[in-house]
Each structure stands twice: as structure tokens, then as C-alpha cells.
């Protein structure tokens, strides 16, 4: 999928600092990241238009999101937990109005 | 506040037969409603969409899916499936005019072939 693209690809992480990064070639003014944990379906995290932060679902303060311009989205996480072991989903949509979404192929976070 | 069930955790079928999987949703209006695919270690491919209008919408792949809003629900179906359709599937809701296209999922079911 080189619509969205996501890095890194897998993640493995003791107690640690680590940003994940989104970009989108769309076009697109809305940016998501939905965390999916195991056998478990995707939950928004939060939601971005125009790189401002529209929602912020119940996420623990240790995820920071930042939008530096409208086609890239960060997730920062700092001292992560074992339960943040989840793919991340970095997700795009026209406008914040507008339901047809395209996804990243995510990343891969496990947490030892 | 929007949901969905999706009543079964797995479908299992054989090559070739049709294929049935449900999705309910709990909304006292008409949601905008999605199918995705979710194949193994992958991100989620839309299927089809529904947005007011024609209740039968058709999808890729001779996906299709039907809105009913006496039932609601919006059940996708498939005449005769391909092992190229094994995956998970999840259907999904959002509501229009609210100014935050949340995607609402529900629990996802596991689509298998019997070998």
C-alpha cells in the first residue's frame, strides 16, 4: 500500500521511547490512529483535521500524537506498557466529514 | 452511542459455496455502514460501502452486502467463495453529520474453507 505508507513495519520495545510515523499520498485532510490488540477489532485513538486534533479517545497520556502538516501523523509513546503490545493503524479520510477511509498496512508493536 | 455485533465469531464453508456473514448494528438512525477485510498480518481493505440509498450495494472481489433498516442490520454475502477469501471480516459503522467520522467495529468474524 503506497497510499499510506507506515514505519517502522515491526516494533519490539522493552521499557522505551520509540515514534511511529504515518504519511499519506492522498490528499487527504483527516488522519486517524486506531490501535487493534489481539483478536481484537480496531479502536480509534485519535483524529486529526487539517492538523488539528479533533478527538482524543480515552489513550493513556504516554501516547502523544503530533500532526507537523497535513500528510503525516506521529504517534510518540514514552515508558510503554506490556498492554500497548497492538498493531497501529494509521488511517486517512478527505475531510473529517467524509467516512471512506484508507489504511496503512500498520505497525506491529510488542512490548517485552 | 453507535454499535455493532457481529453475531458469529467464525463461518466455515466449503469451496464454492455461498457465503452469509451477519452484522448488526445498534443506531436509532440510518448510519453510514462498511465491510472491511482483514487479511493475515495486513491492514484493513475496504469491501464496500452503504450510504443512504439503494439498500443492495455491491463491493470488489462479487461481494455484496444488504441494508435493512426494519432489521437493522447489513448482512454481506458472496455467491461462491475462493480460498483467496479467507480472512477476518469486520463490519463497521460511523454516523453522518456529527463532524467526527469515527469508525464503530465490531468483533470481527473469522471466515474459513473446510480443506
Known amino acids: 500500500n503506497t497510499k499510506i505508507t507506515q514505519s517502522p513495519r515491526y516494533l519490539i520495545l522493552g521499557r522505551a521511547n520509540k515514534s511511529l510515523e504515518c504519511e499519506q499520498h492522498?490528499?487527504?485532510?483527516?488522519m486517524y490512529w486506531y490501535k487493534q490488540s489481539a483478536e481484537k477489532p480496531p479502536e480509534l485513538m485519535f483524529l486529526?483535521?487539517?492538523?488539528?486534533?479533533?478527538r482524543n479517545e480515552t489513550v493513556p497520556s504516554r501516547f502523544i500524537p503530533e500532526c507537523p502538516d497535513s500528510s503525516k501523523l506521529l504517534l510518540h509513546i514514552s515508558a510503554v506498557d506490556p498492554e500497548d503490545s497492538a498493531v497501529y493503524f494509521c488511517a486517512s479520510s478527505p475531510d473529517r466529514t467524509n467516512s471512506d477511509y484508507t489504511f496503512g498496512s500498520g505497525t506491529r508493536l510488542l512490548v517485552i | 452511542a453507535q454499535s455493532v455485533t457481529q453475531p458469529d465469531a467464525r463461518v466455515t464453508v466449503s469451496e464454492g459455496a455461498s457465503l452469509q456473514l451477519r452484522c448488526k448494528y445498534s443506531?436509532?438512525?440510518?448510519?453510514?455502514l462498511f465491510w472491511y477485510v482483514q487479511y493475515p498480518r495486513q491492514g484493513l481493505q475496504l469491501l464496500l460501502k452503504?450510504?443512504?440509498?439503494?439498500?443492495v450495494v455491491q463491493g470488489v472481489n462479487g461481494f455484496e452486502a444488504e441494508f435493512s433498516k426494519s432489521n437493522s442490520s447489513f448482512h454481506l454475502r458472496k455467491a461462491s467463495v475462493h480460498w483467496s477469501d479467507w480472512a477476518v471480516y469486520f463490519c463497521?459503522?460511523?454516523?453522518?453529520?456529527?463532524?467526527?467520522?469515527?469508525?464503530?467495529f465490531g468483533k470481527g468474524t473469522k471466515f474459513s474453507l473446510i480443506p
Open positions: 443506531y436509532f438512525g440510518t448510519p453510514y
Open positions: 452503504y450510504y443512504p440509498g439503494d439498500p
Open positions: 486529526y483535521n487539517l492538523k488539528q486534533l479533533i
Open positions: 463497521a459503522v460511523s454516523i453522518p453529520g456529527t463532524g467526527s467520522n469515527r469508525l464503530t
Open positions: 492522498l490528499g487527504h485532510n483527516a
